[in-house]
């Protein structure tokens, strides 16, 4: 289990560090307006709920204070906006390595992205399971800018051109060759 000074060292954690903020909202009773209605009567109180990938047992959760709606400005602005709030990336169900079941086991555990999986901390990774370094090392992949392999293909045809032309060369020189023997012999 989590002590109380790890769990304020996760929360105070960049946003880049994984966590995943989830706005809500939640019902509590009003002490002065139930005395003076004489019923219970309720209110609207904003929390939040800190989800850490990989560790689906520890969800710290808060009254929602400025810091987090700075600290967690898209999240929070999502959530005035009802919209859903999931961290930004690409889905893990629109990756294709992995199987339905795969990813329900993940989101199990607070992965939703495939950036998310990349970016997990060995700890984290431990928690995915057996294949949890193959699976890291896949989306790390996937998500190698297409840049890097389209310079890699950029050479290997510049090597190939050059490597024909010589070959063309080649060839063209034999053929002048057995031109100029063809017609000695005539």
Not at 21 to 39: I, V, Y
Not at 108 to 116: K, L, P, R, S
Request: hydrophobic residues 40%.
């Amino acid at each position: 289990m989590w002590s109380d000074s790890q769990l304020l060292a996760m929360h105070k954690a960049p946003v880049d560090a994984g966590v995943i903020p989830h706005f809500f909202l939640t019902e509590e009773q009003d002490p002065d307006a139930t005395k003076r209605e004489g019923r219970p009567v309720f209110k609207s109180v904003e929390m939040i709920e800190i989800l850490i990938p990989a560790n689906p047992k520890t969800k710290p959760v808060y009254r929602v204070r400025d810091e987090h709606r700075e600290k967690y400005a898209d999240a929070y602005a999502k959530f005035k906006a009802k919209q859903e709030q999931r961290p930004d990336g690409t889905p893990l169900e629109q990756w294709p390595y992995l199987s339905r079941l795969r990813v329900m086991e993940l989101k199990a555990i607070n992965i939703y992205t495939v950036e998310q999986l990349a970016g997990l901390s060995d700890q984290q990774l431990q928690k995915v399971g057996s294949d949890g370094l193959e699976i890291q090392k896949r989306a790390r992949q996937f998500l190698q800018p297409e840049g890097a392999t389209l310079k890699e293909v950029r050479a290997e045809n510049l090597a190939l051109k050059d490597r024909l032309a010589a070959a063309e060369a080649a060839i063209a020189q034999l053929q002048g060759i057995k031109s100029n023997k063809k017609a000695a012999d005539e």
